[in-house]
T-cell receptor, first 114, second 112 residues
């Protein structure tokens, strides 16, 4: 398996633009997680899905953020409109079942909003 | 609300030294605890997972211990090497095992 695949690796956009981050989880994994990492706040859980259904989105900072998982092999995190304070590294991770077993992170998307 | 802290924030040691990284969590009702490694510009790699019923886990030169009652875990690295240089994050698994709460990490530099 190629692991968790995220695209793009880097994204630079202007304030106010829509940004879409993409994630392909490991085949067979039933949990998918979106995290944001910044120097100030560390690694924060934004939202997670189980069997394509959002379970907890309490970490999504604002209504500008939305996430979807239309099928078991694809998820998106969208920011509209983007703001400079959204600049961070966004990670996707997937796992099989609960408890942290087989928890695998993608390489992340570094987002810069100017 | 579960909070995870790690000390020290950064550590620099000469090659060959044994070292200990510390992790503390505020709520002992955790499901499991996991240590991760993060290299610059990369994602996180799982190192060791300790189930809540276990006291320690070992993998090669790494040994992680867990004391739930005191809310502490340690990661012991034996005979450190320059290739061990990375940020090490501790994470506790809460909410019936469904998601992690991460510590801020310890940035380790092993000097040749």
């Amino acid at each position: 398996d190629a692991g968790v695949i995220q695209s793009p690796r880097h994204e630079v956009t202007e304030m106010g633009q829509e940004v879409t981050l993409r994630c392909k989880p490991i085949s067979g994994h039933d949990y998918l997680f979106w995290y944001r990492q910044t120097m100030m706040r560390g690694l924060e859980l934004l939202i997670y899905f189980n069997n394509n259904v959002p379970i907890d989105d309490s970490g999504m900072p604002e209504d500008r953020f939305s996430a979807k998982m239309p099928n078991a092999s694809f998820s998106t995190l969208k920011i509209q409109p983007s703001e400079p304070r959204d600049s961070a590294v966004y990670f996707c991770a997937s796992s099989l079942g609960t408890g942290g077993y087989g928890y695998t992170f993608g390489s992340g998307t570094r987002l810069t909003v100017v | 609300k579960q909070e995870v802290t790690q000390i020290p924030a950064a550590l620099s040691v000469p090659e060959g030294e044994n070292l200990v990284l510390n992790c503390s969590f505020t709520d002992s009702a955790i499901y499991n605890l996991q240590w991760f490694r993060q290299d610059p510009g990369k994602g996180l790699t799982s190192l060791l997972l300790i189930q809540s019923s276990q006291r320690e886990q070992t993998s090669g030169r790494l040994n992680a211990s867990l004391d739930k009652s005191s809310g502490r875990s340690t990661l012991y690295i034996a005979a450190s090497q320059p290739g061990d240089s990375a940020t090490y994050l501790c994470a506790v698994i809460v909410n019936y095992g469904q998601n992690f709460v991460f510590g801020p990490g310890t940035r380790l530099s092993v000097l040749p």
